[in-house]
């Protein structure tokens, strides 16, 4: 057991699965001398080359093209985006090639492809630097996509991702890279794609991931003081969703509160929100509240405190919620 | 259309016709700089001219390559026409007809060799025929009960990739693997990837993003860009404003212009081309110049934007009768030799139809098979939703296996 960042965890992730398979292969802008731009891969080139380690063109689409094409080929390449605005010259390969090569080849061919993107606001920057497109690419099918929320997860779900058989996107919440905490770097948190209960409660449950599993646990806390038992499940798994673990906690506490850092409209969130209802309509006390962001693009950093989810917007979701 | 919008129309189409010998395109041309010499070794009258660098690539051609050439492109333009025809009769819901490509098809999958991998656009079915696939294997997609078709390890040729260009970023990708895989272990054999695509497709983004990392990595790939003239009825000159060989001067690797109609010169040029990628010297682009003499689709009606005498001006090059020219004049082959060539034809023809019909449909609840190569709860609540629908019907008409 040691204690490190968010970032180390995916580092040290990274360089396990380098260690343990020579044809894993990391692929991204500024990967290798820099260790990209928030270090993530730090160190990595000098240790295992830059045949392994590849500073590639400035390109996503030919960056997630040509790592199909090597994945094809046996490799486990392993692209980083350097954040996720600029994803989208790269969403055709992932959307349309990626997701489907094992369909479309009823089978016989694979392309486990994985995908890192920091994603998230909170950290103050320019358009395009903290957005949350994750919905966007949990729509399509062939694809899973994870996100941590602590060093834990991060050490261990980007090991898990490079050795599945399918294509995995991890969305790394960039402003938690240096978030503290423990990792058991000899014992995997289980299932990735399993949601966990962080915290139990009996009142109602808070529903995040990523960025906002902190914020969730803070709102949690804070309604101790108001009397409230909150239950907090860490998603983890944004495709596939662990839903039998969000239907156990709401059949519990009869509330259900979901938040993520996307637009609210045709989130992740609407589509939990449909499925408990249509799992445990009759457990629930109160209609089932969505706390996420506006439909507008991420707005400029002086004002984006107003756009983000926080313990307040958390509160007030709880206050709405027990109203019924 | 009055009379001024056909003299428009009529100027316009006067650049489209046949470039002269060098391969510049005539009046009117939008070309701002002159294309490299078209290479070429079979004139339209059927006359051998073996010379420059490629020509050493034809001479080691004896009379039954030569003759199996011809058996390729006539056994390939058989197989479109039988394939348009059931598509006609509504055994196929589309088609895409390759006739007129067959001398760069054919020429170009010649030159390759079995540990090669050829990614393939959605119209390569002569490159398919020199790889051993099963033809009716291509019509799988066609006749609407698969996606894919065939095992792309199999022959080395993957499957058909219906959105313009993204098959060659992976080309390349590939390619990469195959230098690592002989870094690592010298006895594999020198193997390259070709990336077929067509003038259209060189606007795609792809294109470029693949070339890019194919010079930086010297990826062992052969761009081969078949300009037939049409992106469905755009023509070349929309795409670019050079000729398409031209371009991979800014990438700084070769580029070749061959006259697509001639299999002798496109094999010659490919079989170096290929030479130079798998020996690690970089990748290289093929610019084929050639003619789309059907429709892009069959859902297409290439009268609506082309003229006939452009047609015809090209059919005088055809890639067939060059060869048969060719092989008469050189007393290489013979009436026996084109006869049989039409007997196989029918009987191939006769083969493919029984196939294609005898084809049967996926279950759906097969549609959830693949989508995933681990165990999905997603797809597993579908599938049983779906099971459990379906037998919700006395009597269900669709099986769901």
Known sequence: M??????????????????????????????????????????????????????????????????????????????????????????????????????????????????RIPYGGGIGSIEHHSESPEALFAHTAGLRILTPSNPQDAYWMIQ????????????????????????????????PFAAHVLREGTDATIVAYGPLVPVALAAAKAAEDDGRSIEVVDLRSISPIDFDTITDSVRKTGRLIVTHEAPTFGGIGGEIAARVAERAFLSLEAPVIRVGGFHMPYPVAKVEEHYLPDIDKLMDALDRSFAY | MDLKDLAVRAEADSSRLPEDEAGNAGRGSLDREAAPEMVQMLSPEGELLLHGPYGAYAAELGAEELRGLYRDMFTIRRFDQEATALQRQGELVMWVPMTGQEGAQIGSGRALQPQDYVFPTYREHGVALTRGLELSSLLRRFRGVSHGG?????????????????????????????????????????????????????????????????????????FFCQNNHWAISVPTEVQSRIPLANRAKGYGFPGIRVDGNDVIAVRAVTSWALEHARSGKGPVLIEAFTYRMSAHTTADDPTKYRLSADEEAWISRDPLSRLEKHLRAAGLADDEFFEGLEADGQAMADKLREDVLGMSSPGFADAFTDVYAEAHPLIQEELEFHRRYEAGFADPEEPTE
């Open chain 1, 160 to 191: 898990q991702a490079m050795t599945c058989l399918d294509p995995v996107i991890v969305f790394e919440p960039k402003r938690r890279y240096w978030l503290k905490g423990d990792v058991d770097t000899e014992k995997p948190s289980g299932d």
């Open chain 2, 150 to 222: 065939w095992n792309p390890a199999e022959a080395n040729f993957h499957l058909y990739t219906l959105v313009l260009a993204a098959q060659v970023p992976h080309a390349v990708g590939y390619a990469m693997g195959m230098a690592r895989d002989r870094k690592m272990d010298p006895q594999l054999p020198e193997a390259a990837t070709v990336a077929y695509f067509g003038d259209g497709a060189s606007s795609e983004g792809d294109v470029h993003e693949a070339m890019v990392f194919a010079a930086s990595y010297d990826a062992p790939v052969v």
């Open chain 1, 2 to 115: 040691s204690t490190m960042t968010m970032a180390k965890a995916i580092n040290a992730g990274l360089r396990a699965g380098l260690e343990q398979n020579p044809k894993t292969l990391l692929m991204g802008e500024d990967i290798g001398d820099l260790g990209g731009v928030y270090r993530v891969t730090e160190g990595l080139k000098a240790d295992f080359g830059a045949d392994r380690v590849m500073d590639t063109p400035l390109a996503e689409s030919g960056i997630i093209g040509t790592a199909i094409g090597l994945a094809l080929r046996g490799y486990r390449p392993v692209c980083e985006i350097q954040f996720d605005g600029f994803v989208f010259p790269g969403f055709n390969q992932i959307t349309t090639q990626l997701a489907k090569m094992h369909s479309r080849s009823e089978g016989t061919l694979s392309a486990p492809v994985v995908i």
